[in-house]
DNA sequence: TTCTCCATGTAAGTAGTTACATGATTGG
DNA sequence: CCAATCATGTAACTACTTACATGGAGAA
């Protein structure tokens, strides 16, 4: 029981400026105009298609983090509307990539934080009955199954597009999603047929 | 862009009865003391051991759920302490588990939720130079084989133990984490390799 | 005696989601 | 003309974390 206190999240080396303070989200969105977005409807989109994976964000989280980066300098918001349709678009000051680049370099403490309601219940399975329990095991594997059609389909084209843009990473991380869902559809195809074999028996 | 709504987390199919209502933490500590736990203390270490991986828990939410859960009649509380020390010992009563099966087998929406700030960075790498990047992709290397070392240290033996005592799921999402881990370390192998090769040209 | 573990709990704050409100544009 | 999409935004709520407070027990 000594070292069991592995990831006690304490760590922090973080002798960093007093200031920041920037919530996570405020990052995202200056990340995703960096890339190429322009207005807040687009970062959404941006997230929701290329880092759904690991990391969401909802227009409540946006509107607000554009308005506070547009006070703090990092962007400048102009009011380009479509014809009689509203649109602000954003584009970074000269401040705004060493701030993203000084976020990016700091040494916060990142534990794996999957947050899976699905593999929850998966770990108390045996409260049910053999069959109920293995629709838990199809349920996950059908969701990694969707999941891997939708990355391939929707973030590969935006991957590859980054890519040819001189961006390497977002091909990276989709690459880390690829293979985290392939880990687990594999994962469970062993322990279905395992447990037919022993059906079978 | 017809189909990109794939997760739109609508759905929910829940004719369930309308009472329910209890936070996911709840059914948490209901499956912990199901699997042996008995003080709140004890459900927090076998979550920060076993499912660690995949869900954590704080005091502050195990502790007014264990009072509600009795409130509710799901659980009893007795006195039950070591010399002068104060502890509380719960055991389910009759309707605890028909309750746990319910939420086990009922439809709740699932979406895959990784919240990962060291994925959500190297998403943004480009951001950096070359050098400050890998290093990134170091850290999210090592931190997955530190899992895997605590995986395989920590829950392993834990996850064993169930095993003897009948419960087989545990090992199950254990595996899972397992390869998780194991498939990040290796796509960042393969992307370091890449990379020094480029290097070496 | 001092450190770590065992053990229970609360207050205050942060982060995030859901639900709502509004309305224009485009494509079929 | 209807549905989907583009577009911005807020209020209320829920979930969760952090920090704190307290103290006994066992081991070195």
Redesign the interface.
Known sequence: MTD?E??NLSAEPNGQSPKDKLP?AA??VL?ML??GARSGYEIKRAV?????????ISPAQIYPNLKRLQQAGLIESRSDPHGQRARLTHTLTAQA?PE??R???RA?P?P?????????????????DQE??MS??L?LRR??E??LQ?LHR?SMPLAKGAQNA?????M??L??GI??????V??CNT?EQKHSMAEAR
Do not use: C, N
């Open positions: 069991l592995v990831d996570t990052y995202v990340g960096r890339a929701d298609v290329s880092a759904r994976f690991f990391w969401a990539l993203l680049r976020w990016l370099s916060d990142t794996f934080e999957v947050r899976d309601l699905a593999t929850l219940k998966l770990f108390f399975a045996d409260a049910l109920q329990a838990l095991v349920d969701r990694s969707e999941r939708v929707q001189g961006l390497s990473y977002p990276f991380t690459e880390l293979a985290i869902h392939q880990a687990m594999d994962v322990f």
